[in-house]
């Protein structure tokens, strides 16, 4: 067995009418369908859209991480 | 019809006792008062107050971005 | 009395499998536990771990900031 | 006459399907408009928004500076 | 009485033949003619004009903030 | 319908003899070949290749961000 | 052929309980495996796993540069 | 003796309603009663609170390092 | 058993004549004289100091994260 | 011959009344006058001076580099 | 005679036992020795030496630009 | 005697076949052929050319500081 692992991290956006939480939720649930190793997230940026005057998407910009199998 | 449009981006700070969303939510509600075109918003610094050893409110600095009316 | 003061700032990891703002609220908590003038904080970044496809801790890393005694 | 000015900066977004440097032309008419003092602008981002794999529009955020009156 | 309160913050430029204070302090002094309810200013970029190899003026770029009336 | 959607960002680098701007749509001409939903881009760097003191490349590196399909 | 090229960069972690140079030699190696264009890479970010008071691993976060085929 | 030496950072806001260089002169004393070997400090932000349209106090947070005993 | 913990950062410069890993590892060795539950460490600036034309010393400013006990 | 270069960047500000790229090539001429080995540029900043309401000068401010003669 | 003219950048170092502008004004000074078109300054960062638990040294770091000679 | 320096940075790029450290110590040994008065460097970027799956050339940009003669 290696002593050590490689990462890859990809950057996605994940968004929600309810919450920024909710937000980083959904897109790691997204990530999730087609990377198995997910070990960690880091947010990025912090975005929205307005429609009359409310808070309409909450948009989470986001690096997330994970092992690179065999690596 | 113009092909191009101008925004401008003004930058405040909301505020909540209750969560750094419902601090964003505060902000744009106060914003939607006075600017009818809000289309966007983008988290800049996230503190907060402490009194007496609890959270006493979220403070969110956030640009908020709209259309200048006809352009 | 002296007519300015001195503060102090920390920098602390706070974590929470529920969200972001109770990963604040806990650091500060833990904080209050050992400093009796917490003034405020200011997030300096948001991360989490993921187990199985599922966010299991958020980790907010905060400055937190209190005034130093008889400063 | 006072031997020092104040000067103030707004930060806009101009568009142009054009090109980067007409998205800056764009913003400086537009601000024109309505202030007569502008001395000079800074670029702070540059993004765009693709339609149908082509660059719809150039969109540059910037902040635009101005002395202020009597100042 | 709401819970909670909205500020904005303007970005302006203070100059001072004198020093950088000065050009703090001009700059808000300047801001106080119209604006009543300045809070705090935080300084973004120091710099400064030269002529003849003397410092002629020297340039404060900060953020002023302000609670919204009101709000 | 799902009231949400995933966006990923990938970061390309494009390139032209011509101008900045030409790179730009180079690069997304050459990402629009194989992803077929792409929205936005932002520029990170300007670079170039300097030949016999002629810019002989302009390189553009950028984000260029696109949902994921059925997400 | 084409007078201009593009290039993607990926981010990665690479590993290693030697060295900071070690880990950046593991990643591209393991990139290697299934990219062979690869043109440069830039570090990130240096951090590190402690172990009972000694450094366990370096971790190198780095974008890794390489040429889009036949771009 | 060693070859090398071990130094450790500290974040503090010194606070004057004189000046800049007040507010660090006033951290560094503060720092002073009870750490012996300061070295050095490095200004972080510059800020002030604003009282009826007047600088009520300058403050200045920066890091302050010094050596380790015996390291 | 508590579902979270709450971690702190210090920033320390570890010096070596030798290498800048080197310099990590001597200043993760003396921060272990004190705190016994290091956990990460992260590099923020490498500089050095360079005596008749030779690198004297590497100086590595680093974070370094550990759990507070009991939290 | 050496199996290593070492190369120097110079930090220079290009203008053009015409284009954000005709000010690069202007500060890129103007370095080749007495500079014979440059080899990239990198953008700093783009700024630009404005005088009745029109862009009249573009501004960039961009890091030349190039190699040191037998290095 | 030409529609643009060339600047240049170099940054320098700037020390004063009384005040942080007093080490701008020295480094200018020091400039003005070598280079006569110094236009401009801009600082970087502001450092400076402890002994004795006193501002020995405040250390201004700035970029000083000036007009290249018949650019 | 003055009791004020001056010193200047100037920003080099060293590289080397075999480490990080080894570029950073070839830089130094090319600036001290010409600059005598070297007090200091601090890294500013970390990169590097890779050939075939392997780091051809480990390249780091850094400031190099030394006193002004006679400052």
Chains 1, 2, 3, 4, 5, 6, 7, 8, 9, 10, 11, 12 share one sequence.
């Not at 369908?33 to 986001?62: L, P, S, Y």
């Amino acid at each position: 067995m290696s002593d050590h692992h490689t990462y890859k991290t990809i950057e996605v956006v994940g968004s929600s009418p309810q919450s920024t939480d909710d937000a980083i939720r959904n897109a790691i649930h997204e990530c999730a369908k087609t990377i198995h190793n997910i070990n960690w997230f880091e947010v990025v940026e912090t975005r929205g859209h307005v429609v009359d005057g409310e808070v309409a998407h909450f948009q989470v910009t986001m690096k997330v991480g994970f092992r690179i199998d065999n690596s």
